[in-house]
C-alpha cells in the first residue's frame, strides 16, 4: 500500500493530494498543471513537501515526526518523460549507475528490457523508445520500493509505443514493482493500470478503477471521450500475408485487428473502438469487406447529445459493447431494447493500446 | 639560452602559477556551484562583486590586498603573530595571481554548472547519491569542458599576472621576481634582447597550455558524441 498526504508548495496554490494507492500500477491522469509531476517528485524526494507519504513499511516524509528521508534512501525509480539518461556514460553504464554492484540485479534489468545489443551505445545515438528502456533498465536496477514513471511513452510515436508498452507490462506482470504512471493517454493507463488517480487544478478529482472512473457521468476526462469500448485481450497470431494480426477477447469472441507485429502472441493488449465505429445492422451480415461481425442483443438505448448509443450485449461478452448511430437510422432499423443485432467493425478502425 | 637566473624566474613562475590555480580550484567551483544554484536576493551583487577584479586595474586590487595583509592590518598583524608573512613574499605572488585569475575558473565553471540540466542531479540522487556523489559523478563530468577551460584560462592568467603581484609582493630578484616581473625589469635597465626573450618563454608556456586544453576539450566532446 502507497499512502500519500502531502501539501506541496507550488506557486500560487498548493497540490494537495490525499490517496492510498493499492502496490501495483496507478495511472496518474489530469490535465496539464493538475500537479502530476510535482507529485510524482514529491514521492521521489526531489520536492519539497509536508504531510505523510510511506510505501510499503517504508516511511518517506512524515512532517509531524520530523521525518524527511533523502531521496538515495527511499530507493525510488523515476523515469522522467524524457528518460533523462546521462549524456556521458554509455546505455550500460547508464544502467549500472544505481546499482552499487548488484550485478544479478543489473542482468535482469537488462533481460527484462532487451538491452543486450544496446549496451555500448552512448545515449545520443539511441532511439526514443531505445532510450525509455534504458531509463527503466536504471530504474530497476535498484530494485526500487516504487517506480515513478512520467509519461514514459508520452513523446514516441504510436509505433514506438507500442514496441515499448510490452515492456511496462512485462515489469508490472514479472518483476511486480508497484508504478505511479503518469499519462494523458487513456488507453496507456486501462492497458496497464489496476487504479486511477485523477487530478484536476492541484486537487484530487476522483480515484478508483479505471473502468469505473472512465466511464462514470460528468467525469471530464478529455482523452477518454471517443473510445468507448475498450476490450481486453491476447494475442493469437499474426498474418503478415493477409495484413493482419488475431486477437481473442475475453469470452473468447475472436477479432481481427490490423497487424500488429511488435506485439508477441500471446501478449495482452486492449482493444479499442469508438461507438461510433461500430456498425449496425438489423438483419444478418454477408459480403461486407468488415472483418469482424458479432451477433448481439440491444439492451438499452440512450440519447447522447446529437446521437444514440446502443448498449449491446455479446452473448459471450463479460461487459455490452456501446454503438453510436443517428436517430435517423433507429428510426430506420426501428432499433429497440431486446432487439437482436448483427455488429460489424473494420479491422482498421481497431486500435490496439 | 637562457641564463640560470632566468630559468630559475621560468620555473618559479610555472611553480607560483600551477600552486595558485591549485588553490583556487576547490574555492572557485565551490563559489561557482554555489552561484549556478543560487536563486535568492543579492545574486547579481554577489557575481558582480565577485567579477570585480576581471576590470578594476590590477595595481588597484594589489593596493587592497597590501592594505588588507600588511603588518599594520589586524589580519597582517595576526598573521605575523602567528609566524606567516605574506606580503613581499612568494606567498604574496601566490595570493595576488590567485585573486586575479579567480574570476576567470567562477565564471567559466559556473556557466558550465548552469548548463547541467538539474533534472539529471535530481535522478542521480534517486539513484542512490547523496549530494556529494551527485556533484562528482554528474554535475562535473558534465561541466568537464567549460571547469577545464576555466582552469586553463586561470592558469594562463597566472602565468601572466603582473600588476597586482608588483603592488603586494614587489619585484624581489630570486624571491618574488616571476616572467612578467623580469620582462619589465630587463627593459627598465635597458637589457631589450633578453626581455624579448623571456617574452617569448611566456608566449610559449600559455601557447602550450591552451593548445592542450583545446585538444582535451576535443577528446571530451568527440567521447561525448561518440
Redesign the interface.
Known sequence: MIEVRVEVPLGAADLRVEAGLPPAVTAVMGPSGAGKTSLL?AI???RRARGRITCGDAVFLDTERGVDV???Q?????V?QDA?L???LTALGNVR??A?GDQAQVETAIDTLDLRPLLDR?P?TLSGGEKQRVALA??LA?SPRILLLDEPLAALDVELKERVLPYLMRIRDELRVPMLYVTHNVGEALALAGHVLLLRERRVEAQGRPLDLLSSPGLSVEAAAGIENLLPGRVVAHDAIGGVSRVELKGGIPLSVPLAAARPVGAPVMVAIRAEDVLVSSGPVKGLSARNVYEARVEALERTGADVTLRCALPAAPAPWLARVTPAAVEALALKAGQPVWLAVKSHSIRLL | MLSRDEVEVVLFTLGVAALSTILIFPLGLGAALALSRYRGPGKGLIETLLSLPLILPPTAVGLLLLEAFSLRSPLGSWLAARGIEIVFTWKAVVLATGVMSFPLLVRSARTAFEEVDPQLVGLARTLGCGPAAAFFRVTLPLAGRGVLAGTVLAFARALGEFGATVMVAGNIPGRTRTLALAIFHDNQVGRDDRAAVLAGVTAALAFVALWTTEALTRRLRRRAEA
Do not use: S
Open positions: 517528485q521521489a524526494g526531489l533523502a531521496p538515495e527511499r530507493r525510488v525509480g523515476y522522467p533523462g546521462f549524456p556521458h549507475f544505481g552499487r552512448r545520443a536504471r530504474a535498484t
